[in-house]
């Protein structure tokens, strides 16, 4: 019979995962939005917002009780302190999910934007990071957590790229000055989930190794092996 404290860590593991499967249900419909999809309605994208804040609360729970009641060691303490962190950046990313959705209603001729500006691309990478993200967290795979920091980095040099673009098109046309600030945010936040998505990711990557390790220097690590 499963203990009182793996019942709570099942249990926990269970609720991250939901909170990621409606996070990255939350990055589909920002991406969406911001390609001109068709999107779900207005009240169920809300929705899903108010259960990543109700889940995020919950994980908080879950963790303060197993502190409270247990003495967990090791992989168990490094998967809860992960655990409290990982929820912290999921909220984050459907915050930043629904600002994109918001956003995108006052870009003007935002089809052209996007096909000028090559953000088609950008935007797929960060739907795909997200899942990738949650992949890593159910299969606890380096590799695929290597994966999200090459894509992090290819992502933001094409926000990058393609912010640099959109302010010296306003430099010389006013015209989109107003649709390209707004599009100019919405890039800052699809660089934003990526980064939260890599930080998910930092993570998973410190419950497996017990080691701190940032992004930037996987590379190092890497060769160093």
Do not use: W
């Not at 729970?61 to 992989?75: D, H, N, R």
């Not at 094409?158 to 015209?175: L, Y």
């Amino acid at each position: 019979m499963a203990t009182y404290f793996e019942i709570e860590l099942d249990k926990l593991k269970s609720v991250i995962q939901k909170i990621g499967v409606l996070a990255e249900i939350q990055v589909g419909e920002a991406i969406k939005a911001v390609l001109s999809e068709p999107i779900s309605e207005g009240k169920e994208v809300k929705k899903n917002e108010h259960k990543i804040d109700k889940l995020d609360i919950k994980i908080d729970e879950i963790c303060q009780s197993i502190f409270a009641l247990q003495q967990p060691v090791a992989s168990d303490l490094r998967f809860i302190m992960s655990a409290m962190q990982i929820s912290n950046e999921m909220e984050r990313i459907g915050d930043l999910s629904m600002s994109i959705i918001k956003k995108t209603k006052s870009i003007k001729d935002k089809h052209d934007l996007i096909t000028t500006f090559s953000i088609a691309d950008v935007a797929r990478q960060v739907e795909l990071i997200m899942t990738k993200t949650n992949e890593c967290f159910l299969t606890r795979d380096e590799n695929t957590i290597g994966e999200i920091f090459v894509m992090n980095k290819s992502i933001k040099n094409k926000c990058d790229d393609a912010i640099h673009a959109i302010i010296n098109e306003m430099k010389v046309n006013s015209k989109v000055v107003v649709s390209g600030t707004n599009l100019v945010m919405v890039l800052k936040h699809l660089e934003r989930i990526s980064e939260h998505s890599t930080n998910i990711a930092e993570y998973v990557y410190f419950m497996i190794n017990a080691k701190i390790i940032k992004h930037e220097k996987f590379e190092d690590l890497n060769t160093e092996n």
